[in-house]
């Protein structure tokens, strides 16, 4: 799909991925971004691009944002909490994430509106081999927030199988950048700037996962939608290598020009339903052409120099 010259509605559109996507796409779209602001932030809104307050639970909402002028459509907007550990949060989570999924792909039906990109996740897999790629199977996760997702590629994909919307589904590696917050970078940042002498690490710090930057990830959206034409696409995005919770207090407290003792809460895993070791397998995107991101350290270095900027 040529992603230029269209009308564009992101959901979730002052989130992190959310904003960064709607300022690449402003400069040849016109992109109207949509948020219920729960959690987004309406400063992170780019230049050029529209802003509509919305809640995607409300059908209402909905049908005020997209419209028969609509090309396409960016879900984003979802609860992205994957540290959910009491049974009426964990069904508010998955009962709303789907109905959000729902309400935008039955909207989108009515106005004719026949092209959907979706942002799933890697937690999806649950504990998978690794590299895993878009294929394997049976698909077995453990959180709630897993679960979700995985119920929302299923309501993608009988839209794009059964309504004729072409859906391009994005299962991500952990994403970080500027404007984020609840991550174990910004975490850190301010662990460390409460406490310089001490930093407190769920788990026992060898969780090991892929980090992908949110400036490259925007990148690799756009290019997939551009360039993979089946009616229902499932695509992996994150970096060629890995980096550990360990790795990753090393980079946060070397950029703070801090050496602080770490103490571990013990554990394999930092909270119930997390996945201790994820790396995915990029080649699919690869083979679009795409420059796969290698440097998982990279991108969590360069993301933790721009949330200190912030921060500080």
Known sequence: MDLSGKN????????????????????????LAVDDLSKGDREAIPDGVEFERADVLDPDDVARVIDGGTDVVFHFAAHTDVRVDDPAEERRVFEENTEMTYNVLERMR??????????????????????T????????????????????????????????????VFRFANIVGPRQRGNVIPDFIQKLQADPETLTILGDGRQEKSYLHVADCAAAIRDVVENAGDDYNVYNLGSETTTSVVDIAD??????????????????????????KMRLDTSKLAGLGHDVPADSDAAVRRATEQLYDELS
């Not at 980079?251 to 895993?269: H, K, N, Q, S």
Request: glycine share 14%; proline share 6%.
């Open 251 to 276: 980079i946060v407290a070397d950029v703070m020009g801090l050496d602080p003792e770490y103490e571990f809460t013990g554990g394999d895993r930092g909270w119930t339903g997390d996945v201790p």
């Open 133 to 168: 790629p878009e294929d394997y199977g049976p698909l077995e996760p453990i959180s709630i927030y897993g679960a979700s997702k995985l119920s929302d590629e299923g309501v993608v994909s009988t839209f794009a199988n059964s309504y004729g919307i072409q859906s391009w």
């Open 110 to 131: 009515e106005v004719g509106c026949d092209a959907l990109a979706f942002t799933s996740s890697s937690t999806v897999y649950g504990e998978a081999p690794r590299p």
């Open 8 to 31: 564009v509605v992101v959901t979730g559109g002052a989130g992190l991925v959310g904003s960064h996507l709607a300022g690449v796409l402003a400069d040849e779209n016109d992109v």
